[in-house]
């Protein structure tokens, strides 16, 4: 058969005897030879241009040491089944337009990556970053930018692996955004934003620090302070939140609403302040069943049922020594008086000279100059019944301030019980001479 064209050409030499129908086998004139030549010089010119092609359409292949081109398709023959893209030696490739998809036919972005991995634990990554650098403080990173013009010299935000060391665990993801208008300049780790570390703790601004030991954290830091907000639709007034500065812990509502405190699986309502500034604690609504703080200072403690109820317990070293209790009429203020809590009781002693050394007297208060009622100076009933007055005569506290002493009058009425009794006695003795 004559061979025409290059797809003609037979892979056994014998029976390549002419080029297009020019004689070239054995014996052949030497002008045979060089016309020959020069048609096989047009033929792989055809070949170049594209105008012949090399095979049948079913096996247009072109292999080259372990790289096979097969129509648009490029694969490797080699049995690893890599093949290295490195057109100008440099490492750099690019590709001017269209999608790249790996592991798909169909990608439908810039590259579009897709795996097979039917696996819920196990990550079949589908783009991988990798430091061929060893070290404590390698990194690697995904960086962005918006401007076509800086041609990708001008990163202005990335995620980046920070750390890890020669095993590449321990390390942290941070995030890291360009805070000034010269995107001209690479992100780096200095434009640090937030981090996640190895122990699942978030840092906002700073390196994140359990502070309590609880476990997981997420810290946020500034150097005047830091607010976590929550909002609803209202961006202006919709909006609460919780903050720190200096000293102080923030909790905030913007809007004319409430702060709840909530707890228990159910997320039942324990306590609230309100937004005119009332404290409710164990009920929803002013005055109701628990103890609402107003915000003028009155404290309200109600309980539902409407027999005697104890209101108030107090305890002093994991004793209980008083309570206040109430009726449906009347309110009590008790005092633990219990005999099996008292020892060395006696009822013989002499009330009426103690009595007559207590010094009743009627004055006003210096802040309240109008008012005149009657009463005890404390140090004047502490001389007679010590346990009716706190403090100490004259004292002052470290800075020079006065520390006032103080007179519970109800402790004088079993001076003054025993001292009627005495009276009564003596009364009655009078009356039977």
């Known amino acids: 058969m004559a061979k025409n064209s290059v797809r003609d050409y037979s892979a056994t030499n014998a029976d390549n005897t002419d080029i297009q129908s020019i004689d070239i086998s054995e ?14 010089m047009v033929d ?10 090399l095979e049948t359409p079913s096996a247009d292949q072109l292999n080259v040491d372990n790289l096979r081109l097969d129509g648009n398709t490029i694969s490797s023959t080699d049995t690893n089944g890599n093949v290295t893209i490195d057109p100008d030696g440099t490492g750099n490739t ?38 061929s650098f060893a070290s404590n403080d390698s990194i690697c990173a995904l960086g962005f930018h918006n401007r076509a013009d800086v041609n990708g010299t001008g990163i202005g935000g990335a995620i980046a692996y920070v750390g890890g060391g020669a095993s590449g665990g321990s390390g942290n ?18 434009d640090e934003k937030m981090r996640i570390d190895s122990s699942g703790n978030v840092g906002v601004g700073t390196t994140p620090v359990d502070s309590f030991g609880f476990g997981k954290a997420v810290d946020i830091s500034s150097a005047s302070g830091s607010f976590f907000y929550a909002r609803d639709s ?42 005119s500034g009332a404290l409710l604690v164990a009920t929803t609504t002013a005055g109701g069943d628990g103890y609402t703080l107003e915000a003028n200072g009155f404290l309200t403690h109600a309980r ?56 009743p007297a009627r004055f006003n208060f210096i802040i309240d100059p109008d008012t005149v009622v009657d009463g005890f100076l404390a140090h004047e009933a502490q001389a007679v019944v010590p ?7 004259n004292d002052i506290d470290d800075d020079g301030n006065p520390v006032y002493q103080g007179i519970d009058q109800a402790k004088l009425v079993p001076l003054l019980v025993k001292t009627i009794q005495e009276l009564e006695a003596r009364i009655t003795a009078l009356e039977a001479e």
């Not at 792989?44 to 092609?53: Q, R």
């Not at 337009?97 to 589908?126: E, R």
């Not at 993801?173 to 200095?190: E, L, M, Y």
């Not at 409407?306 to 206040?324: H, L, R, T």
Request: overall charge neutral; some cysteine.
């Open 27 to 40: 014996g052949c004139s030497p002008a045979g030879i060089n016309n020959a030549i020069r048609e096989v």
């Open 44 to 53: 792989l010119k055809n070949v170049s241009t594209g105008a012949v092609a």
């Open 94 to 131: 690019v590709i001017s337009s269209g999608n790249v998809g790996v592991g798909t036919s169909s990608p439908n972005s810039h590259l579009t990556t897709q795996t097979t991995s039917t696996s819920t634990s196990a990550f079949d990554f589908g783009v991988q970053i990798n430091n």
């Open 173 to 190: 993801i941070t995030f890291n955004i360009k805070d000034n208008t010269d995107i001209s300049n690479v992100v780096d780790v200095a």
């Open 234 to 275: 209202d961006s202006v007034n919709g909006v609460g939140g919780i903050g720190y500065s200096g000293t102080d812990l923030y909790v905030s509502n913007k809007a004319s609403g409430n702060i709840k405190f909530l707890c228990n699986t159910d997320a039942t309502e324990r306590m609230r302040i309100t937004s």
């Open 304 to 359: 539902a049922s409407g027999g005697a109820q104890s209101m108030v317990g107090y305890k002093n070293g994991g004793n209980f020594v008083g309570e206040i209790r109430t009726s449906t009429t009347a309110t009590a203020y008790i005092t633990s008086s219990d005999y099996r809590l008292k020892e060395n009781v006696t009822y013989d002693w002499d009330a009426t000279t103690r009595l007559k050394q207590l010094k």
């Open 387 to 393: 346990e009716s007055v706190t403090g100490t005569h």
